[in-house]
């Protein structure tokens, strides 16, 4: 799914790219228009790359558990996630700048689209330097020590400072962070434009991110303790034939890891589709 969802976006960025006009990264005070159309395709880009990173090196890992795919598929799944603030942030920075500190919309946009862009860049490589770091120093080449697995087991070791437990304001942010990546966006468009973009696009890709997001909690809070994933091991242990394929495909599918990934893709895609909506709001229609 995330192989899919960074190929529809490169497709389309780059489709949207050939047909701008060919001053694109320069600013062009007689292309004024009232939308952001076109602002983010940059950010976009890097954003593909990054999610075509993380399927490679997601496959690579959960299939096979080669070490070094391990730190390049927690770089790229950190660039994606700090992506969505990232965007939100710049996109009511783009609309203040028009509407409350009056700038001309072209000169504005062409700021943001490289502010968008170099500000993903910086993070992109901050997050590599900080996971190149810790592979020279092997610190994920065992049990990951920074696991909440370790801290529930008493087994952690956070950053060479020792065990930590896991405390129940923890717990609770952790499991609301999927609400406060889906209430930002909204709040900020709702606010600066007063339109959200595509309403069915929204609800379709924040309940699968939702969901995904609760069922994988089953495995982060409770020791694997999945109760789907344990009926179904427990349920067909019994009637197993030798080599074990039901028993096995059927645990795959219940993983929470792999219900993760697949609805955090399918999300995303959704996601994509609805932030390209909203690019097509007319950010000055109440004035």
Known sequence: VYFFGALL?????????????????????????????????????????????LSIASTLWHGSNSTLSHYIDLWSMDCCIISVPIRNITYATLVISIKVMRWEPAQAKFIMRWLSALSYLVIILLYGRFYYTLWKKKWLHGPCPLSTRARLSGTSDIFGMGHKDVFVSEVCIFAALAVILVVLGPIIEAFLVGDVGSLVTSTIGYLFLVWGWCYRLFERW???????????????????????????????ILSPTAVLHVFTGVSIIFCVMRSRAMEDVDILSDI
């Open 222 to 252: 409770a020791l694997d303790g999945c109760l789907p994933m344990t009926v179904w091991v427990r349920n067909t242990s019994r009637c197993m034939n030798d080599d074990g394929i039901i028993h096995m495909i059927g645990a795959a």
């Open 9 to 53: 976006i490169l497709l389309s960025t780059f489709r949207s790219l050939q047909l701008l006009p060919e001053r694109f990264c320069l600013p062009n005070a007689n292309h004024s228009d009232h939308y952001s159309s076109a602002t983010f395709l940059i950010f976009d880009a890097l954003f593909g790359l990054d999610l075509l990173i």
